[in-house]
C-alpha cells in the first residue's frame, strides 16, 4: 500500500537553534526521505522586536536583520537537503515568534510606509523556496484526519486541554515538550489524538538559563493513507542520538 510520508520539524527559534539536533533532524529526512516536510512554524525568535525585556545583553544587542540573515542560511543548507532528499511539499506554518513580526508591523505601519518587503515571507523568501506558508488565522491545516498547527495552549496539561477543547486530532509543536493525550470515547467511536512534538532549540536559552523545563529535542513522523488514516509518532533526539528503523543517528 502507497503511503505518503511527512516529516514534523518543530520550533527551531533561530538564531537560538541548537544546530547538532537539526543536524539530525537533516539526517533522518535524508534517510526516511518523506513526501511532505511540515515546520511547525517559530523557525526564528524575532527576539529583537519582542515586546518582552531583554534578558541578556546579547538580546538586547540582537537586530532583526541578524535574525533574519541566521535563519536564511539556516534554510538554505535544510532546503538542499529536502531537494536531494526527494521532498515534493513544504509547509511552514506561522508560531507566535513570527507573528511577533505581524504584529510589530501592524504597530508601526505609518512610520515604515512599504511594510512588502518586512512580511517574513520576504523575509525568508518563502515563495522562492518553494513553501506554503500558513498563518495562524488559517491553522490547523487538514491532512487526512489529522489537524496540524503551531499550537494552542503552553500549560502542563496542554495535550489534555488541546484534544478537550477541539474534539479532533490536533499535533502541534509551541510547548517544547511531547505529550500525548487520547480523549475519552465511546466503544464504536475512533479515539482521538492530541500530540505535541518537542522542539529543535536550545535549551538554555537566556530567559530560562540553567533553570529546569521539560523539553526534549525531536522530530514527528506521520504516515498516511489515501483514505486519510494515519499513524503519527515522536521520535526524541536525547544527548543528540537517535535510532529509528535499527539504525542510529548521532553527531
Known amino acids: 500500500m502507497k503511503t505518503t510520508k511527512v516529516i514534523i520539524l518543530p520550533d527551531m527559534q533561530y538564531p537560538q537553534q541548537d544546530d547538532r539536533a537539526i543536524n539530525i533532524a537533516m539526517q533522518l529526512v535524508e534517510?526516511?526521505?518523506?513526501?511532505?516536510?511540515?515546520?511547525?512554524?517559530?523557525?526564528?525568535?524575532?527576539?529583537?522586536?519582542?515586546?518582552?525585556?531583554?534578558?541578556?545583553?546579547?538580546?538586547?544587542t540582537v537586530t532583526l536583520k541578524m535574525e533574519m540573515d541566521i535563519v536564511?542560511?539556516?534554510?538554505?543548507?535544510?532546503?538542499?537537503?529536502?531537494?536531494?532528499?526527494?521532498?515534493?511539499?513544504?509547509?511552514?506554518?506561522?508560531?507566535?515568534?513570527?507573528?511577533?513580526?505581524?504584529?510589530?508591523?501592524?504597530?508601526?505601519?505609518?512610520?515604515?510606509?512599504?511594510?512588502?518587503?518586512?512580511?517574513?515571507?520576504?523575509?525568508?523568501?518563502?515563495?522562492?523556496?518553494?513553501?506554503?506558508?500558513?498563518?495562524?488565522?488559517?491553522?490547523?491545516?487538514?491532512?487526512?484526519?489529522?489537524?496540524?498547527?503551531?499550537?494552542?495552549?503552553?500549560?502542563?496539561?496542554?495535550?489534555?486541554?488541546?484534544?478537550?477543547?477541539?474534539?479532533?486530532?490536533?499535533?502541534?509543536?509551541?510547548?517544547?515538550?511531547?505529550?500525548?493525550?487520547?480523549?475519552?470515547?465511546?466503544?464504536?467511536?475512533?479515539p482521538r489524538l492530541a500530540m505535541s512534538f518537542g522542539c529543535l532549540c536550545k535549551f538554555d536559552q537566556s530567559y530560562i538559563g540553567k533553570n529546569p523545563t521539560r523539553w526534549v529535542h525531536g522530530i514527528g513522523i506521520m504516515e498516511f493513507v489515501p483514505d486519510g488514516f494515519f499513524t503519527a509518532y515522536f521520535l526524541p533526539i536525547i544527548g543528540y542520538r537517535c535510532i529509528f528503523n535499527n539504525r542510529e543517528f548521532k553527531v
Open 31 to 60: 534517510y526516511y526521505r518523506p513526501d511532505i516536510i511540515i515546520n511547525l512554524g517559530d523557525v526564528v525568535a524575532c527576539d529583537s522586536i519582542s515586546r518582552y525585556p531583554k534578558a541578556s545583553w546579547y538580546d538586547a
Open 72 to 190: 536564511n542560511k539556516g534554510l538554505d543548507k535544510q532546503d538542499k537537503i529536502f531537494k536531494r532528499s526527494g521532498v515534493k511539499r513544504k509547509i511552514l506554518l506561522e508560531g507566535n515568534h513570527e507573528n511577533r513580526i505581524t504584529r510589530w508591523l501592524t504597530n508601526n505601519a505609518v512610520q515604515i510606509g512599504d511594510i512588502e518587503s518586512l512580511r517574513i515571507e520576504n523575509l525568508l523568501r518563502l515563495n522562492d523556496r518553494g513553501y506554503e506558508y500558513v498563518l495562524s488565522r488559517d491553522q490547523p491545516i487538514k491532512m487526512g484526519k489529522a489537524n496540524i498547527l503551531h499550537g494552542y495552549f503552553v500549560n502542563k496539561y496542554h495535550a489534555f486541554k488541546t484534544i478537550s477543547e477541539t474534539g479532533h486530532n490536533c499535533l502541534y509543536g509551541h510547548t517544547h515538550d511531547y505529550q500525548a493525550y487520547i480523549c475519552s470515547h465511546l466503544p464504536d467511536d475512533p
